[in-house]
């Protein structure tokens, strides 16, 4: 079973860059879909951006155009680059890996967007 951790959050400016990564201890090869997702205090968790296998991504609308999602299958890293980071993004962010039906998740990494 795949396992994974979150890393790359912190505070930041708006309109500043982080780049968050999700190490799988477990091959990704299997996953058809992995995704980053955040939750903010008091907010549901949504989904942010999600890969699937075959090459298809999906953003939410809000993070069009300044997030970009990406995976490294040699080294089991899923990416989320950050940029033009607004105090909105400030949230607890998760990784979340699609294999069969088990849906695996990570346990977070805080991005606070602040000045």
């Known amino acids: 079973q795949v396992q994974l951790m979150e890393s790359g959050g912190g505070l930041v400016q708006p309109g500043g860059s982080l780049r968050l990564s999700c190490a799988a201890s477990g091959s990704i090869r299997s996953a058809y879909a992995m995704g980053w997702y955040r939750q903010a205090a008091g907010h549901e968790r949504e989904m942010v951006a999600r890969l699937f296998d075959g090459g298809s991504i999906d953003y939410v609308d809000s993070v069009k155009g300044r997030f970009t999602i990406s995976r490294d299958i040699s080294k089991n890293i899923l990416y989320l680059q950050m940029n033009s980071l607004k105090p909105e993004d400030t949230a607890v962010y998760y990784c979340?890996?699609?294999?069969?039906?088990?849906?695996?998740w990570g346990r977070g990494t805080q991005v606070i967007v602040s000045s």
């Open positions: 979340a890996a699609d294999v069969d039906t088990i849906r695996t």
